[in-house]
């Protein structure tokens, strides 16, 4: 492990552990809980994986409020992506393949560490795209879905081309990477001001979670920090069309969003209110809606994951390749 990456915050509790995958270069994971392969007296329970949103000061720090009260009943894990917290951060192309090849990386190792054990998973924001395309990937190796404010349901989402294309404009990504442009650039997004600003406007009001502020304003100030969310900026990281893969999900899905703040268009929702296998909660929150209401958010997640089935084998399979355009 590199001196850069233990000089960031270590933001969870519990063991952190590096993997190395291929594709994904190096994982970092938080792992803590009852039934944890350091626990003795398994729960019996499916291990979590819970992953954080995409922005310039992303990391697993966004997803403590879930990851602390869950990990007192059930195995919880948290992933930093590429290119984010205590993963690799280095000078290469962050694609939504990559994102995605991540978090099948981290389910693997994490269903090795519990004999085979499918894996129960959570997204936060633009990964549920990620997490979409990964759970049609390998329907054994993720057991249900939960995305908390996802993208791709706004009126002017996408929809244009298939799941597998992205929305990349190349012009923008080469002005960015100009070093006099892009990385001023970015020091003017991720400064403590902008960072406020942000966050105001996720939670819809002008109070926000001060610890929250504090973290993200230290990963976004670590060498390479700039370098994922050039590719967010650039449009690359967003499907060009990810409502076929949210419609071709086979395993039980829980939806969940806020009604205040920037981040709350779901018009484009109907498609999939009808499916059997989805169920939508709204809450009066911003779009981190377990950050204001976390016990009420965690009983409604615990109650969806202790009464889902692995997958629903009543609807047909498909691909949803077959119904892009």
Same mark, same amino acid.
């Given at each position: 492990?590199?001196?850069? %990456? ?7 509790? +519990? ?16 792992? /803590? ?6 626990? %003795? ?28 009260? #869950? ?6 894990? @948290? ?35 519990? +004999?085979?054990?499918?894996? $129960? &998973? #959570?997204?936060?924001? #633009? =990964? ?8 049609i990937r390998d ?6 879905? @939960?995305?908390?404010?996802? &993208?791709? *349901?706004?009126?002017?989402a996408s929809r244009?081309? %298939? ?34 600003? *942000? ?15 504090? &973290? =993200?304003c230290a990963m ?18 967003? =499907? ?17 969003? +806020?009604?205040?703040?920037? *981040?709350?268009?779901? =018009? ?12 939508? %909660? ?16 965690? $009983?409604?997640?615990?109650? *969806?994951? $202790?009464?889902?089935?692995?997958? /629903? ?13």
């Amino acid at each position: 492990m590199s001196t850069e %990456s233990e000089s960031l915050p270590v933001v969870l509790s +519990g063991e952190r552990f590096i993997i190395e995958d291929d594709i994904a270069g190096k994982i970092s994971i938080y792992a /803590d809980g009852t039934g944890s392969p350091q626990e %003795s007296g398994p729960t019996g329970k499916h291990p979590v994986l819970l992953i954080h949103s995409i922005n310039a000061s992303a990391s697993a720090h966004e997803i403590k409020p879930i990851f602390d009260p #869950l990990k007192q009943d059930r195995p919880s894990y @948290a992933m930093d992506l590429p290119g984010f917290g205590h993963s690799e951060r280095s000078d290469r192309d962050y694609l939504q393949p990559l994102m995605v090849e991540s978090i099948l990386a981290a389910a693997r190792k994490i269903s090795e560490r519990h +004999g085979g054990s499918a894996v $129960d &998973t #959570l997204a936060v924001s #633009l =990964s549920c795209e990620f997490l979409a395309k990964a759970a049609i990937r390998d329907s054994d190796l993720i057991r249900s879905v @939960a995305l908390v404010s996802p &993208t791709g *349901f706004a009126r002017n989402a996408s929809r244009k081309g %298939s799941p597998e294309d992205d929305c990349g404009r190349p012009g923008v990504l080469k002005f960015l990477k100009r070093p006099k442009i892009g990385r001023n650039l970015f020091r003017l997004l991720s400064s403590a001001p902008s960072i406020r600003f *942000f966050l105001r406007k996720t939670w819809g009001r002008k109070e926000i979670d001060e610890g929250m502020f504090e &973290t =993200s304003c230290a990963m976004a100030r670590h060498p390479g920090a700039h370098r994922a969310p050039f590719y967010f900026l650039s449009g690359y990281l967003f =499907s060009a069309n990810i409502a076929p893969a949210y419609q071709a999900i086979q395993q039980q899905v829980w939806m969940s969003h +806020g009604t205040r703040g920037d *981040f709350t268009d779901y =018009s484009r929702r109907q498609a999939i209110e009808g499916r059997a296998n989805w169920r939508i %909660s709204e809450y009066e929150a911003g779009a981190l809606p377990y950050f204001e209401i976390c016990r009420r958010f965690v $009983d409604d997640y615990r109650a *969806f994951l $202790d009464t889902q089935v692995a997958k /629903d084998t009543s609807a047909p399979e498909q691909h949803y390749a077959s119904q892009a355009g």
